[in-house]
């Protein structure tokens, strides 16, 4: 049996209006449906654009947002339906590591006493004298020297502070890691150390990863299998190699040809598929496939009524598109004119694009500046909408205060009091 499984998991914020926000408008379907499985000692890699709801669903994992439905059951208990006071003893098996380590670390507290703190409060070590001790063994396995105990967060660079920020969830020895973005606040030189530090633990102390993270070479070598989200949802979920040698869904595709290659003839001859419109709010998601509003073989059959389930296609991948096979098969066109007119601005080239893909299925994209990933943005269309992004702006600043404090604390007596203070200057 997996550790970790999540069974059809689902997080829906409501969108308060009214002058205390009293009264339910919508929704925000910020994880609508995810299942996926982690075996022990394995690494999940999640990834998709930004607001597709990564961070809300590791989150809902350690049950710091809460679960609407779905089971998300860990090393046979289901946390989902566990009363509070039980899930403190699991709080400590699962872990998260924070994108920002300065955000996520108290500036006023020394590396001691940041990760005694969570130790105390879960009762590991007798005294300070024995917690003492285990931290310089777990900095020493992060690779910071023990006289980092007494000094503060500001005296490191960023790559040593997300260090202390794996250590932190060391010391309470967990079962499982959630990295959230755990290099993206970092220089390109140092991401790739932290990124073989956490392989090297993973291998010394049978860890399970849940590696969270937009880019999708991040997660390409510490993965072994990679879920793709998007607007809630997954849309497809392939051991990592084979994800990469042959993405099948179209927002993977997307996805990958946007990915940089080193040699620049293979980036030259590559397919480019460019996305066209906005990340749909997800106040307000599309019908049907999710993706449909973005596809560039978007059909009109049941694309923008039925909504695809994530199948299992015989070779590995999961899937979930109407049409997998038939836009292999060079079945089904790509409708790409629309997409190519919105990055270039010219009829011309979206018309020479279309002619190109005429019995083809891959087709070469004049290559445009705007990239495949676009950064999301909510597009502004009824009400709801607007009071959904009020919404999400003001969760945005909650959630801060409740990572910073969930994170720092850990449970403990002053957490809440964290949660609600000012950010630490
Ligand atoms: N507490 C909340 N209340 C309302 N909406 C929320 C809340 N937390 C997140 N959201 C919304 O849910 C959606 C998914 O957010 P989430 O942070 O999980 O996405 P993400 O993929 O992790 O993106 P990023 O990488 O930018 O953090 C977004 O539209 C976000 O604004």
Not at 119 to 128: P, R, S
């Amino acid at each position: 049996m997996s550790l970790l499984e999540l069974d059809d998991v689902k997080v829906h914020f409501p969108v308060k209006k009214g002058l205390f926000f009293d009264r339910t408008v919508g929704h925000v379907y910020a994880v609508d449906g995810v299942s996926l499985s982690i075996e022990a000692g394995q690494t999940y890699g999640l990834v998709g654009e930004s607001g597709c709801g990564k961070t809300t669903l590791g989150r809902a994992v350690l049950r710091l947002n809460d679960i609407t439905d779905g089971g998300v059951v860990f090393d046979g208990t289901d946390l989902a339906k566990l009363p509070s006071e039980e899930m403190r003893a699991f709080r400590r098996r699962l872990q998260m590591v924070f994108q920002d380590p300065l955000g996520s670390l108290n500036p006023r507290q020394n590396i001691e006493s940041i990760l005694s703190e969570g130790m105390a409060a879960h009762g590991i070590g007798k005294d300070q004298t024995e917690r003492r001790e285990k931290i310089k063994d777990i900095l020493a396995k992060v690779g910071l020297p023990s006289n980092a105990l007494s000094r503060y967060p500001h005296e490191f660079s960023g790559g040593q502070r997300q260090r202390i920020g794996i250590a932190r969830a060391l010391v309470l020895e967990p079962d499982v890691i959630i990295c959230d973005e755990p290099v993206s606040a970092l220089d390109v030189s140092v991401q790739a150390q932290v990124i073989n530090l956490l392989e090297e633990l993973q291998e010394s102390l049978g860890l399970t990863y849940l590696v969270i993270a937009h880019d999708l070479a991040v997660v390409r070598h510490i993965s072994d299998v990679i879920g793709v989200m998007y607007l809630g949802g997954l849309v497809e979920e392939a051991p990592s190699d084979a994800l990469y040698a042959k993405p099948r869904h179209p927002y993977t595709k997307a996805l990958m040809s946007a990915v940089p290659v080193p040699d620049p003839e293979v980036e030259d001859r590559r397919e480019r598929i460019l996305l066209h419109g906005d990340l749909p709010s997800p106040a307000n998601p599309p019908a049907g496939c999710r993706f449909h509003t973005r596809c560039p073989w978007v059909q009109e059959t049941k694309c923008a009524t039925e909504r695809p389930p994530l199948l299992d296609t015989g070779d590995g991948h999961k899937v979930a598109c109407h049409f997998t096979a038939e836009i292999e098969a060079g079945t089904v066109k790509q409708t790409l004119a629309t997409g190519i007119e919105a990055v270039t601005g010219t009829e011309t080239v979206a018309a020479e694009a279309v002619e190109v893909s005429e019995g083809e299925t891959e087709t070469e994209v004049p290559a445009a500046d705007a990239p495949a990933k676009e950064p999301a943005t909510v597009p502004a269309q009824a009400d709801a909408d607007a009071d959904a992004k009020e919404t999400e702006a003001k969760a945005a600043d909650v959630k801060d205060a409740e990572k910073e404090a969930a994170d720092a604390t850990e449970e403990t007596a002053d957490a809440t009091e964290k949660a609600e203070g000012s950010p630490k200057a």
